[in-house]
């Protein structure tokens, strides 16, 4: 009797195309250089943090005798802390006051103004709204710093530089974040849940405030984010439009406590200046912290049945 040999045929590469668990959110594809680029950019988003949290251990003698990215033997952050905040009668905390001010004031009054224009053009027709979205997008593509010097010889011509109006004021406007409400208010808030409270009789201002608003939240915050990062760190307009150092920003007074090194007389306070910069960023971090878990999309999904 002739053996028989049963041979077991090796799947296809169709078959074993259709075997593969398909990608999906829960399951998403793994790709190895993505993974490795991921990893470089956050060793370069990181490495500069980690420099100035170590460097701001360190005193003024030892920012020179170690390296750079780890600690002296001479560990003097509560020291450099206290320092700062009473350096020159304590005009650090004048200068963080000052920020505050100007965040609160511009970058509040940014995110007011676009959700509320963001809303209007997203949910209202009107004569021109084709005009205004080419202004908006144009007014998008041009950088601050070219307003900067057109804006300064109109405030000076009012008589508002070197007060904080010349900073607050242009602050306000916020053409991106213009934008990016319309754009949210547009797919967030359905159509017909703004007709279902005019039925029932809801004003404008009031169906603004109890529908659209909760809808927008995420947008909002989105917004506030950007336009908050933007004043905390805003540099050129505060320099040219303010010159008494009582009302510096941040970014201004810390670079003039860095040029004292090169001014004749003047006294070297580099650990001052890292411990300042490490103070300074610690109100972004806890604000991303706090806000990032209004980061979600999608709020009005459900809200209508089709």
């Known amino acids: 009797m002739a053996a028989t040999t049963t041979r077991t045929r090796r799947p296809g590469p169709a078959l074993r195309q259709r075997r593969r668990r398909p990608h999906s959110v829960n399951h998403p594809r793994r790709s190895t250089l993505l993974t490795v680029l991921t990893g470089l950019v956050l060793v370069y988003s990181l490495v500069p943090l980690a420099w100035l949290a170590i460097n701001a251990t360190k005193t003024q003698p030892g920012l020179f005798d170690s390296f750079g990215l780890w600690f002296d033997s001479d560990f003097a952050l509560w020291s450099n802390i206290t320092d700062t905040l009473t350096y020159d009668d304590g005009v650090f905390v004048r200068w963080l006051l000052n920020t505050l001010l100007y965040v609160v004031a511009g970058a509040g ?12 053009l997203a949910k209202f027709q009107f004569p021109g709204k084709r005009a205004v979205f080419a202004v908006v997008i144009g007014a998008v593509a041009v ?38 409400m319309w754009v949210f208010a547009a797919d967030a808030i359905p159509g017909e849940l703004l007709e279902a409270a005019r039925i029932d009789g809801a004003s404008e201002l009031r169906t603004f405030f109890r529908v659209s608003l909760p809808l927008m939240a995420p947008g909002i915050v989105t917004v506030l984010l950007f336009t908050m990062v933007a004043t905390w760190n805003n540099y050129f307009l505060p320099l040219i439009m303010i010159k008494d150092p009582d009302w510096y920003p941040l970014t201004l007074g810390l670079n003039a406590w860095n040029a004292q090194a090169s001014t004749a007389g003047g006294e070297a306070i580099f650990n001052l200046v890292i411990t300042g910069s490490l103070l300074t960023i610690l109100p972004l971090i806890v604000a991303f912290l706090l806000l990032q878990r209004y980061w979600q999309s999608g709020l009005a999904a459900g809200s209508v049945k089709e």
């Not at 009054?109 to 209007?120: E, K, P, Q, R, S």
């Not at 950088?143 to 004021?169: D, H, K, Q, R, Y």
């Open 143 to 180: 950088p601050g710093t070219a307003l900067a010097v057109p804006t300064f010889l109109m405030f000076s011509e009012m008589g508002l530089t070197n007060t904080p109006w010349a900073v607050i004021i242009p602050s306000l406007i916020s053409p991106f974040g213009l934008y990016l």
């Open 109 to 120: 009054g940014a995110t007011f103004l676009a959700v509320l224009g963001g809303y209007a």
